[in-house]
C-alpha cells in the first residue's frame, strides 16, 4: 500500500509590514477595533515588483532544502491560489519554469481560502495511484491586490504569503484521509466580481474589489469548520483527545475560537497566525503549519487536522501523521 506524508515544509512573507496602526491612518479603524473583532495585529503585503509566484519560489525553496530533495526530484507541481500572476499560463507552469524543475504535470487550483487543502487532497491520489513520488503543493497568495484600500470593512482583514510542503510517497501513513466539499449557493456572500468572461473591463477601477457579507460568512465558516472536522476524525475512528495539532484557516481569531469550542479543542493544540499573518487565503494553513513545525511544537509522528473554509463556499479537511 503507497501513501503520502509531508517530507518538508516552507513558508515565505513579504518583508513589507502593515500594522494596524499604519491601517488607522488609510481608513476610520482603530487597532483596537481590529484586535477585539479578529485577532489581527500585523499582516504582510507584497511590493508592487513582487508577484504571487515570487512568493511561491521562496517558500518552495524553503520546503525543498528542509525535505532535502532538490528540483530534479520533483515529479508533480500543485498551487492552491485565487490570485496567480497571469490568467494563463497557470502560475504552476511559471512556478515550474522559475525554480528549474524539469517539465512536468503543473496544476493550479482556485478553490480561494481552501485551495491549499484541495491541492493538497489532490496530490495525495497522485501519489497513492503511484503517479508521481515528490510532489511540490503550495498555498499562496496576494490577495492585497484585490482589496479596496478604502473600504474599512475588508482591508484591515487580509495579508499576502507563501506556503508549501513536499509531499512523498511512503510505507507509512501520512495523509491518513481527506475531506472535500462546496456549495456555489453561496457565492453572493464572499467574492470578487472581476474574471476572464465577466466584468473584465472593470478590472483596476473601484468596482473591483473584494464584496464579502462578512457576518454571513463568520457563521456558515463557524458551523462547517467543526462539521468537516468532526467527519475526518469520525472517518478514522479517532477523537478529539487523539488529536495533537488543529490547523484551521487563519481568517478570525474569532471563528477560530468559536469552531474550536464547538469542537471541545483546548485552544493550546490550536496553531494560531492570523494576529501575525492575517487572513492569507490559500497561504494560511501551510504557513501555519510551517510556523508550528519550525517553532518545534508540531513533532514527528503526532496528529494534525487540517481544516479550511472560503469563498465558493468551499471546504476541506485533511487528517494526517506528520
Ligand atoms: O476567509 C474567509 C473570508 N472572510 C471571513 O472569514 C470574514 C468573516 N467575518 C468576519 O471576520 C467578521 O464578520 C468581520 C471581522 C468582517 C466583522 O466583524 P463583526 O463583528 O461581524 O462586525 P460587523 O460587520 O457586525 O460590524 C460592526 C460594526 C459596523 O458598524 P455599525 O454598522 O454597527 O455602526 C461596521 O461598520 O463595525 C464597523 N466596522 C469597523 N469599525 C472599525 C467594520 N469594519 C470596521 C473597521 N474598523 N475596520
Given at each position: 500500500m503507497i501513501y503520502s506524508r509531508i517530507a518538508g515544509t516552507g513558508r515565505y512573507l513579504p518583508d513589507r509590514i502593515l500594522t494596524n496602526a499604519d491601517l488607522e491612518k488609510i481608513v476610520d479603524t482603530s487597532d483596537e477595533w481590529i484586535i477585539s473583532r479578529t485577532g489581527i495585529e500585523q499582516r504582510h503585503a507584497a511590493n508592487e515588483d513582487e508577484f504571487t509566484s515570487d512568493l511561491c519560489v521562496n517558500a518552495a525553496r524553503n520546503a525543498m532544502e528542509s525535505a532535502a530533495?532538490?528540483?530534479?526530484?520533483?515529479?508533480m507541481l500543485f498551487v492552491g491560489t485565487t490570485?496567480?500572476?497571469?490568467?494563463?499560463?497557470?502560475i504552476a507552469t511559471i512556478i515550474q519554469h522559475k525554480l528549474g524543475i524539469p517539465a512536468l504535470p503543473c496544476y493550479a487550483i482556485e478553490a480561494a481560502c481552501s485551495g491549499f487543502v484541495y491541492a493538497l487532497s489532490s496530490a495525495d491520489k497522485f501519489i497513492r495511484c503511484g503517479e508521481a513520488k515528490k510532489i511540490l503543493v503550495i498555498g499562496a497568495e496576494i490577495i492585497t491586490r484585490l482589496?479596496?484600500?478604502?473600504d474599512r470593512n475588508t482591508c484591515v482583514l487580509f495579508g499576502d504569503g507563501a506556503g508549501a510542503v513536499i509531499l512523498e510517497a511512503s510505507s507509512?501513513?501520512?495523509?491518513l484521509s481527506t475531506h472535500l466539499g462546496a456549495d456555489g449557493?453561496?457565492?453572493?456572500?464572499?467574492?470578487?466580481?472581476?474574471?476572464a468572461s465577466t466584468n473584465?473591463?472593470?478590472?483596476?477601477?473601484?468596482?473591483a474589489s473584494i464584496m464579502m457579507s462578512g457576518n454571513d460568512v463568520f457563521k456558515v465558516a463557524v458551523r462547517t469548520l467543526s462539521e468537516v472536522a468532526k467527519e475526518a476524525l469520525n472517518t478514522n475512528k479517532l477523537?478529539?483527545?487523539?488529536?495533537?495539532w488543529f490547523i484551521p484557516h487563519q481568517a478570525n481569531l474569532r471563528i477560530i475560537q468559536a469552531a474550536a469550542k464547538k469542537l471541545n479543542?483546548?485552544?493550546?493544540k490550536v496553531i494560531q497566525t492570523v494576529q501575525i499573518h492575517?487572513?492569507?487565503?490559500?497561504a494560511s494553513i501551510p504557513m501555519a503549519f510551517d510556523v508550528g513545525v519550525r517553532d518545534g511544537r508540531i513533532k514527528r509522528g503526532q496528529l494534525v487536522l487540517f481544516d479550511a473554509f472560503g469563498g465558493g463556499f468551499t471546504w476541506g479537511a485533511v487528517l494526517l501523521r506528520y
Open positions: 530533495v532538490s528540483p530534479s526530484d520533483i515529479d490570485t496567480p500572476d497571469l490568467i494563463f499560463p497557470n482589496v479596496d484600500w478604502e507509512n501513513p501520512g495523509v449557493q453561496y457565492q453572493k456572500l464572499l467574492y470578487y466580481p472581476v474574471g473584465l473591463a472593470a478590472a483596476g477601477t473601484a468596482d477523537s478529539l483527545e487523539d488529536l495533537d479543542m483546548p485552544m493550546e492575517g487572513n492569507t487565503s490559500a
